[in-house]
């Protein structure tokens, strides 16, 4: 290694970084932005009904065709993407609380009682 002198040394802080740098970009790995996951028909409804959303074929049908979930056409099939099905999903379920569903069982059960609804 030779000897650094003064007037050199901000060459040499140059090259040292330029050196750094190489070895960092060997270290870090770039990321990868992930895929979006897409279902289509019948993966979109299975989805649904595992997360708690139950529903028939025919009333995925109507939401599409009303256009109240969300989808996309590809080669005329319906193209279902996740992270939209799962704000569909949050923005129609309703957090019940105690007080609430406590007052939900009770109609229930007085409503039982009486033999109907009324």
């Known amino acids: 290694m030779e000897a650094i002198s003064f007037d050199?040394?901000?060459v040499a802080v140059t090259k040292i970084l330029d050196k750094v740098n190489r070895i960092e970009?060997?270290?870090i790995k770039p990321e990868v932005?992930?895929?979006p996951q897409r279902f289509d028909f019948n993966g979109a409804?299975?989805?649904l009904n595992k997360s708690g959303y139950t529903m028939s074929k025919?009333?995925?049908q109507k939401l599409c065709a009303?256009?109240?979930i969300p989808c996309r056409k590809f080669n005329n099939r319906l193209v279902f993407e996740k992270s939209e099905l799962?704000?569909?999903i949050e923005s129609h379920t309703v957090t019940v609380g105690q007080?609430?569903?406590a007052l939900t069982l009770a109609r229930s059960a007085n409503r039982k009682m009486r033999g109907g609804r009324k």
Request: charged letters at 35%; hydrophobic letters at 40%; proline letters at 8%.
């Open 99 to 101: 007080s609430d569903a």
């Open 8 to 10: 050199r040394l901000p």
């Open 86 to 88: 799962d704000a569909w």
């Open 25 to 27: 970009m060997l270290l």
């Open 45 to 47: 409804l299975d989805y």
């Open 33 to 35: 932005a992930p895929k």
């Open 66 to 68: 009303d256009g109240k």
């Open 58 to 60: 025919s009333k995925q």
